[in-house]
């Protein structure tokens, strides 16, 4: 679905490269996360999929192609939901398809309806964004990722601004969805705990320039409870990822 072919990249201002051919794959339907300490690059690694930024030598496919000949092959979703405060909620997830072109306003006011629901945020469209709790906009956000009907979503610390039990109920809610709806999901995280909880597989950022990222399988399946990460296996791989990431921001 993903994948980065000796991608090197520096930002103009600074004297040091973030990356240095770097490689890794991503596949399609997995859920992945990428940890590591503050400022190694983890934002960048989006930047570079999005096309706000373009790598200095390297290549980033998506299902095999080269992102430069491609269009609205990826949704993202920045840590503050960035709901625009003079829209209403259904105003807000409609404008992908705003963006996009080619659909009526009968036509995009029925799918961002339809998302909504999906997200159980039904009779919440006409609100303003101001109305609603920090998950619920999360989750207007999330369904507007959705709506760039892009298989592979880029998720940065979604839940990091909000509450430790919204959180907890967020990351259960962002499972259900990803295995509803079938999709590849990249999440940057911080938290050990929340990437245990969520993927399949973890990319740890282990040096700067990124040359490599540690990839480790969880070896837990889906439907995922809080209940296994208390498992003895599960608590020692993420004393192993403390570690790893207490070593690495030294
Ligand atoms: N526009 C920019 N111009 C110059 N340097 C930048 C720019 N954006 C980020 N950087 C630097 O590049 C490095 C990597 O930034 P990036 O945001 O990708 O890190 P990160 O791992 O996502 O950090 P955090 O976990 O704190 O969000 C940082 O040292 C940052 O200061």
Wanted: proline content about 5%; some cysteine.
């Amino acid at each position: 679905m993903l994948e980065f072919d000796n991608v090197c990249f520096q930002y103009e201002v600074d004297d040091y490269a973030i990356m240095d051919k770097l490689s890794f794959q991503i596949q399609d339907g997995e859920f992945v996360c990428v940890i590591g300490p503050s400022g190694c690059g983890k934002s960048t690694i989006f930047r570079l999929v999005n096309k706000l930024l373009t790598p200095d030598a390297g290549r980033v496919l998506v299902n095999g192609q080269p992102i430069e000949t491609q269009k609205n092959y990826c949704g993202y979703m920045p840590q503050h939901d960035l709901l625009f405060p003079w829209r209403t909620v259904r105003e807000n997830v409609m404008l992908p398809m705003e963006i996009q072109g080619g659909y009526t306003k009968a036509e995009m006011q029925k799918r961002a309806d339809e998302a909504l629901a999906s997200v159980g945020l039904s009779d919440w469209g006409q609100k303003s964004p101001r109305e609603l709790s920090g998950g619920m906009r999360q989750r207007a956000a999330f369904a507007r990722t959705v709506l760039t009907g892009s298989d592979l979503l880029l998720l940065d610390e979604p839940f990091s601004a909000l509450d430790y039990l919204t959180r907890l109920s967020m990351r259960e809610w962002l499972l259900e969805q990803w295995e509803r709806d079938q999709k590849t999901v990249l999440f940057i995280t911080h938290d050990v705990e929340e990437a245990l909880f969520l993927s399949g597989r973890i990319l740890v950022v282990e040096s700067t320039p990124m040359t490599h990222l540690r990839s480790i399988e969880v070896p837990a399946g889906y439907p995922r409870t809080r209940e296994e990460l208390a498992r003895p296996e599960i608590l020692s791989l993420k004393e192993d990822l403390i570690q790893m990431l207490r070593r690495d921001a030294k």
